[in-house]
């Protein structure tokens, strides 16, 4: 699937002309915006419902056989199942914002910083941290330049949605900021667009 | 397994075209697929999407406002390409299997006007059978979800808005009604008590009363939602199978997020699951209608085709003459017409989808009235052909054999007529188009039957008689107009939706032109723009340069201050230090001010004023005279404007400050114990001196003579006081004030202190002459030792200034006159010595600095005339001898 927005092409080459620097310049700086607004717009879960689903499980397999939770059951297997909660809402909870990661991934594999909660960053699998969620790559054609930015993450239905939304609320930014006048001066492009003259 | 999502962020211009360029491919791709007829209804959907998204796009760019350079040929250029359609679908309709085009070449008609008015009418015609044929397929679509709406007992809008979920995640949409059904048989077991689904409902934790009363989708909701939360990989993959057969696993993407796929299913499809839920059982049957009803048409034109050819060949050349100038135009007229038709598509698709399902009905009924009124009309013909005397005319003029093939003739072009007609005027929106054809047809048909006749090499008049008869037959035959199918009504009906779409694709495609001009000046504004940009940035940058190296040559002059400060500091020693910048300064100014109160300001005041009056001189004056903080800061010379009172009284202590550092305080240490002490000392060592004195005089007459002198010498008596200690007091206050105020010096205190010492020590270094005259000074002395054998009590003793130097001069006589006779021992120099080295011992000089040498020399000097002074005048009452 793929996600276009032919505005925000369009308001690129506006801020170019207006602030004087390279297409290049306007599109990194953008993506970084676009980037950083899709990792907030993407859902994670929530600490609450992270315990209170784990807790609800009915049923748990311990030392190979399934308890009904609601049975009485030996203390030894009662504290395993305390201990298997436990261990799963740790889990569950260090791999908490892996979605909003995949933005911050994508960024990186590019070299944009982008800024993030510190349990985004932190968020990982009982395997380790997982890159190959996001990725992006720089095309150029002479003057031309794209950033094609790739998230397989996509089984985490927010993840469309955020991008979408990123994109659309950037091209949102630019109109307002045309009917404010903004890009007369180069003064007010570097203050609502920091990012444009910061190497 | 989900897809990647990938979006691409930039591109710049040529991208943009890119963008374009795809979507129109897409565009042509679809019309090619419209033409095989191999288009689904997704299909259709999607690009319905797209095309709206592109001509989304474009309103989105003019709505920016910005006009941007390059937009306007954009525009242009989709506009041509939306009227280009038309264009790109000539080849296509080459390819088509029943397009007019490719009747007509396969009958043979090559005549060029025919080719050139057949195409015309072709791309019209391919254009509008292109969303035509997507209307087929959405009958298609409502059929098939009718028959699974029948199978599943869903309605025909849930079951659409499943399948586009099950699409979305990666699942075939024909999954849906098996799926569906496994999980209605796997409910029924379960009902019924199977040992299995009873315990795989069980484990799931689902009660049957939970899943009555719903409908199959929230069934499948539920089993769904209830799956999801299963952890264990491989009891939910077990789960999914035990519901939906052994396709479960690979349901298990939409089932993970069940409800959030169907929403966005639903967002997708907008309103198209209602118009299915209400329109599917009507599409249905239509659908099967159709199916018939094609094959019927089909026999009818082969059936046509294969006995008409060589009439059309006849035909198609006597079309060689027509103007085709006039019809060209009027088919250009309907092409614009079905281009504003298919913009004004784009913009509801929905609403055109209804009116081409309003088209194809009226189709439907008009093809339909069409082949039963022809049909009947050329029965009619034959049968009226009887009742005239046509085929008696033309077999006694051309001879029997030509009877049959005239009539034939006669017979077949009524029917191209009346089909070429029916055929365009049905067409939706053709009427004008078959209309203006029926006219020119109309009239080559007259041309032609007299070219036939006049070739066949008849006579004017027997021409005329078959013609007469032609037309006789002709006029009684009825030319059957009968709406068996009610296709008038479905027709207006058709007409009045066509017309809104087609006014609503005029004005967008006005509209893109109006703005074609508006966005050339836009374009032309933003370009000018952009070029003052980049100016104001060369001049920015130009501006930053110059501003770069002001800030280097300021921070180079603050940095040298800094120095300067630092150098003035060292060498006027005062209060800064090498840490202490002109920054700092400032910062504590400003940190001073701001934590002034209104209490501090006043106390300031009065203490400047006070430290202003304690400096003396001039500053005293300006302290007395001060009476608000700006007159004080004026006088001192600090600049007032705009500067608050607490910031005035901060930068006036700063100045007193500066005022009295700057002169270099001579901390002179005066000890007047010391001082007193050796005073004192000289005091006891004069009157030694004096009791060491032998006095051995008449003194009596001398006395008598020097009070008789004194008294004339003193008019004025001069009180003396010999009480040293008050002498001594009174010198030390006459020091005192004369030291109160600092005295600047310029010279090095040792040096300083040393002049000082020399200069005494040389004025002290040298006797003191004494010289008196002896008689008198006899006399005198003797007077005077007798006096003071006298003096029992303090004796006050007044002289004449004026006279005492005749006095003393007296007293020198009589002291020369005494001669020998009197012996006086009078150790003069250790006298003197002594006092010297008394006033040595008395003054402790500490001059810390180099300057006021010349002042403290002067009071010295002073204090040292005085000493002599008084010496002075205890001289003459010395003893004779001691002036030996």
């Known amino acids: 699937m793929s996600v276009a927005n032919l505005g925000l092409m369009r308001a690129f080459d506006e801020i170019a002309k207006a602030a004087g620097v390279t297409y290049k310049e306007v599109v990194r700086s953008e993506a970084a915006k676009i980037l950083e607004a899709a990792s907030r717009n993407t859902l994670a879960a929530q600490v609450q419902l992270i315990e209170k689903n784990v807790k609800a499980a009915p049923r748990r397999k311990l030392n190979g056989k399934l308890y009904k939770m609601s049975w009485k059951m030996p203390d030894a297997v009662w504290a395993m199942a305390q201990a298997q909660i436990a261990a799963s809402i740790k889990r569950r909870k260090a791999s908490r914002g892996l979605a909003k990661k995949s933005w911050i991934q994508v960024a990186q594999s590019i070299g944009i910083s982008v800024s993030a909660p510190g349990y985004v960053e932190s968020a990982t699998t009982k395997n380790g941290d997982y890159p190959g969620d996001g990725k992006a790559t720089e095309e150029s054609n002479g003057s031309d330049f794209a950033i094609v930015l790739r998230n397989s993450r996509t089984y985490s239905p927010s993840v469309f949605d955020a991008i979408r939304k990123a994109m659309n609320g950037r091209e949102k930014f630019f109109r307002e900021n045309l009917k404010l006048g903004v890009f007369k001066s180069i003064e007010t492009i570097a203050a609502r667009y920091p990012g444009l003259y910061t190497k | ?884």
């Open chain 2, 1 to 884: 397994m989900s897809e990647t999502l990938e979006v691409k962020i930039g591109a710049s211009d040529a991208g943009l075209e890119a963008t374009l360029k795809t979507v129109q491919s897409e565009l042509a791709r679809l019309d090619t697929k419209i033409k095989g007829g191999d288009l689904s209804f997704k299909e259709l959907d999607q690009t319905m999407r797209k095309i709206a998204q592109t001509e989304g796009l474009e309103k989105k760019l003019q709505a920016m406002g910005t006009g941007a350079a390059g937009t306007s040929p954009k525009i242009d250029a989709l506009g041509g390409d939306l009227k280009a359609m038309g264009a790109k679908a000539e080849d296509a309709g080459e390819k088509g299997n029943l397009g007019l085009g490719k009747i007509g070449i396969a009958a043979g008609v090559a005549g060029a006007a025919v080719k050139i008015g057949m195409k015309a009418v072709e791309l019209a015609t391919d254009a509008a059978r292109a969303v035509v044929d997507q209307f087929g397929a959405a009958i298609d679509l409502g059929g098939k979800l009718n028959d699974l709406s029948s199978r599943t007992g869903e309605s025909a809008g849930n079951l659409l808005i499943l399948e586009r979920a099950f699409t979305n995640t990666g699942v075939s949409a024909d999954a849906v009604g098996s799926s569906m059904n496994k999980m209605q048989k796997f409910m029924v077991d379960a009902a019924q008590g199977g040992a299995a689904q009873s315990d795989a409902m069980s484990r799931l934790g689902i009660t049957m009363g939970e899943l009555s009363g719903k409908t199959p989708t929230e069934q499948m909701g539920v089993f769904a939602q209830r799956i999801s939360s299963i952890q264990d990989p491989a009891q939910r993959a077990e789960a999914a199978m035990s519901i939906f057969g052994k396709s479960g696993g690979e349901l298990l993407p939409i089932l993970q997020n069940f409800s959030g796929e169907i929403e966005g299913a639903k967002d997708q499809l907008g309103g198209l699951p209602g118009v299915m839920d209400r329109s599917a059982a009507a599409f249905d049957g239509v659908g099967d209608n159709m199916a018939a009803l094609n094959n019927k048409v089909l026999e009818f034109a082969a059936g046509f085709l294969e006995s008409a050819l060589p009439a059309l060949n006849a035909f198609t050349s006597a079309l060689s003459g027509v103007d085709a100038a006039g019809w060209g135009q009027a088919t250009m007229d309907i092409i614009v017409r079905m281009a504003d038709r298919l913009i004004g598509a784009f913009n509801d698709p929905i609403a055109t989808i209804q009116a081409y399902g309003t088209s194809f009905e009226v189709a439907v009924k008009t093809f339909g009235n069409a082949f039963f009124n022809t049909s009947s009309t050329v029965i009619d013909f034959l049968v009226k052909s009887m009742e005239t005397n046509l085929a008696s005319a033309i077999t006694s003029y051309l001879g029997g054999a030509l009877t049959d093939a005239a009539l034939t003739f006669g017979r077949h072009i009524t029917e191209s007529l009346m089909t070429f007609s029916a055929a365009i005027s049905e067409l939706p929106g053709f009427k004008a188009a078959g209309d203006k054809m029926f006219e020119v047809l109309d009239a080559a048909n007259t041309k032609l039957g007299e070219a036939q006749i006049a070739n066949m090499g008849a006579t004017a008049e027997a021409a005329a008689k078959v013609t007469e008869e032609f037309d006789k037959t002709a006029s009684k035959t009825r030319v059957f107009k009968e709406d068996f199918f009610g296709a008038e009504e479905a027709t207006k009906r058709m007409n009045e939706e066509m017309d809104a779409i087609e006014a609503s694709g005029k004005e967008t495609r006005e509209n893109f032109i109006g703005s074609e001009s508006s966005s050339s000046n836009t374009a032309s504004n933003i370009f000018n723009a952009a070029n003052n940009s980049q100016v104001a940035a060369i001049n920015f940058d130009s501006v930053n340069s110059s501003a770069f190296n002001s800030l280097e040559h300021v921070k180079k002059a603050a940095s040298n201050s800094v120095d300067i400060e630092k150098s003035w500091a060292k060498v006027a020693g005062s209060a800064y230090t090498a840490e202490q910048s002109t920054y700092g300064a400032q910062a504590a100014m400003a940190k001073a001010v701001r934590e002034m109160t209104d209490k501090d300001l006043g106390k300031l005041f009065t203490q400047a004023r006070q430290d202003l009056r304690d400096m003396g001189g001039d500053m005293k004056t300006v302290g007395d005279e001060a009476r608000n903080i700006p007159q004080l800061a004026e006088a001192l010379g600090i600049e007032t404007a705009g500067k608050s009172a607490k910031q005035m009284i901060y930068e006036i202590g700063q100045e007193i400050k500066v005022i009295s550092n700057s002169p270099i305080e001579i901390n002179i240490k005066f000890s007047p114990e010391v001082f007193a002490a050796g005073l004192e000392s000289l005091r006891t060592d004069a009157t030694n001196a004096f009791q060491q004195v032998p006095l051995n005089l008449d003194a009596a007459k001398s006395i008598a003579e020097q009070a008789l002198a004194a008294s004339d010498g003193f008019k004025n008596p001069i009180p003396l006081n010999l009480k040293g200690y008050e002498s001594i007091a009174d010198a030390r206050k006459s020091a005192e004030d004369n030291f109160a105020n600092a005295i600047p010096l310029t010279l090095s205190g040792d040096s300083a202190a040393n002049e000082v010492l020399g200069v005494v020590q040389n004025r002290l270094s040298t006797v003191i002459p004494l010289s008196l005259d002896g008689e008198g000074a006899d006399s005198t002395i003797g007077n005077l030792a007798s006096g003071l054998n006298n003096l029992g009590t303090p004796v006050n003793l007044s002289l004449d200034g004026s006279s005492a130097s005749n006095a003393v001069g007296f007293v020198q006589t009589d002291i020369t006159n005494l001669g020998a006779q009197q012996k006086i021992n009078l150790d003069g120099a250790n006298a003197i010595t002594s006092i010297r080295d008394d006033l040595k011992s008395g003054i402790e000089l500490d001059v810390s600095a180099k300057s006021g040498v010349s002042g403290i020399l002067s009071d010295l000097k002073t204090l040292v005339s005085d000493i002599k002074t008084l010496v002075g005048k205890i001289e003459p009452k010395l003893p004779v001898a001691a002036l030996i």
